[in-house]
């Protein structure tokens, strides 16, 4: 019998680590090939590992809400046949002897690494329910130097989102052995202090029902704040006439359907009027970097779209400017019919340069969107409704009916001024406005 190890895969442009939410095999199940294994989470999207080889599952080596690395072994795989199952290079008959106590060696070094690993994600005085993940190697060194849950808590992590790295660890421990560092949490009074007091106390009565944030709640959350604590947002708003869009789809929409089998909706026509103004106005498709400003090549638009639990997640357009409006429409329907679906793949939600949301879906008139990091700009499209307006002609100006809807602009003033702010949203305005209503699709 072989044994392969099933390893965490690459997850897509800047995802270095994932969650496992939940294992779909248990230990002495048999697994096919590309079955899904094990089901893990991101701060982008949620998927799953399928198996590379078929065989029966003999060791899981993290549990649930355990974060891995990508690259880690996640899983151990029995398969049919005899060795390992990652072919190695041919040995000499004089070496024959050493090797085999060199892997004996190395395989009762693994095993007791792996048996030490598991026990530690079992203790109970460390664990993931709070705001941060341990990884196990950080919770296994934190158990042998005695350091409990609250201690823990104290570290100073310099990791992804503030989490504990195996250095952060060792250097504390460093510290506190020397006696540069507390033992005990109470060492630490002001830090003590703000965690025992909570910012708002919360009043539960009997007939109130406590629901559990869910993982996707938690990490929406958290981005929410750090954009707001990281961005200066600032707002413009500017009202558009789309009354010659409204014709012209309504129009079109039936051959559209037929010709091409996707729905025409108002969303890839106002993708196309954002790709060209984000053309005019490049530094919008900018990112920030400390004191460095990075301005990108390709515009590639985010589009919020709703998961099947209610909360937004927001896949991208690769290139958009490039695609015409059958290839945006294309786009546009398969990102949100797969989100909605919960089939998107952690490559469709990475790599966006600017965000589109789409807040006139939940008869909203506008909105004021909170920008999606590192991005610097989100626009907000509010509902169309008809209303009143003066219709100036050669012969004087009149009152119509007219279909309308407000834009509402979000950026970072840190870096988007409010001419540059102002001046993109109008030009988006300028090209719906524009709108050719003999245009051919």
Request: glycine share 8%; no cysteine.
């Amino acid at each position: 019998m072989a044994k392969f190890e099933l390893k965490l895969p690459k997850m897509g442009e800047s995802v270095a680590e994932a969650t496992v939410t939940n294992w779909l095999k248990e230990v002495g199940d048999t697994i096919e090939l590309d079955e899904p294994v094990v089901e893990i989470a991101t701060d982008k999207v949620d998927s799953e590992v399928p198996s590379e080889v078929e065989g029966v599952l003999v060791e899981k080596l993290f549990e649930a809400d355990d974060v891995v690395q990508v690259g880690q072994t996640i899983a151990i795989i029995e398969t049919e046949g005899e060795g390992d199952a990652t072919p190695e290079p041919a040995k000499s008959e004089a070496n024959e002897d050493n090797t085999s106590e060199e892997e004996n060696a190395s395989e009762q070094a693994a095993e007791q690494m792996l048996t030490e690993a598991k026990e530690t994600t079992s203790t109970p005085s460390i664990s993931n329910d709070g705001e941060r993940f341990y990884s196990p190697l950080v919770k296994s060194i934190a158990q042998e130097e005695g350091i409990a849950q609250e201690e823990l808590d104290q570290v100073e992590g310099t990791g992804l989102e503030g989490r504990v790295t195996k250095d952060d660890i060792l250097t504390y421990v460093a510290k506190r052995k020397d006696g540069g560092a507390p033992s005990k949490p109470a060492a630490k009074p002001t830090q003590a202090v703000k965690q025992e007091t909570p910012a708002v106390p919360v009043s539960v009565n009997g007939g109130d029902e406590i629901i559990e944030m869910s993982r996707m709640g938690k990490m929406i959350s958290k981005h929410m704040i750090a954009s707001v604590q990281t961005s200066a947002h600032v707002q413009s708003f500017i009202e558009v006439d789309v009354t010659n869009i409204w014709n012209w789809r309504n129009k079109v929409k039936n051959e559209f359907q037929k010709r091409e089998g996707e729905k025409l909706t108002f969303t890839p026509i106002f993708m196309e009027a954002v790709a060209k103004a984000i053309r005019d106005f490049p530094m919008i498709n900018i990112s920030v970097d400390g004191d460095k400003v990075i301005k990108k090549k390709d515009i590639n638009l985010g589009m919020a779209a709703a998961l099947p639990d209610g909360n937004l997640i927001v896949p991208v357009i690769k290139k958009a400017d490039q695609l015409n409006l059958v290839g945006m429409a294309k786009a546009v329907n398969d990102l949100a019919s797969r989100a909605r679906a919960g089939k998107l793949k952690p490559d469709d939600t990475v790599g966006g340069t600017y965000t589109v949301t789409n807040v006139g879906t939940f008869g909203s008139v506008m909105g004021t969107p909170i920008i999606n990091q590192p991005q610097v700009g989100i626009l907000a499209l509010g509902a169309i409704r008809k209303v009143p307006a003066v219709i100036e002609t050669p012969d004087g100006d009149f009152i119509g009916i007219r279909q309308k809807m407000f834009l509402s602009h979000s950026y970072d003033h840190r870096v988007v001024n409010g001419a540059l702010g102002g001046q993109f949203v109008q030009r988006v305005a300028q090209y719906l406005e524009a709108w050719d209503v003999d245009r051919a699709v």
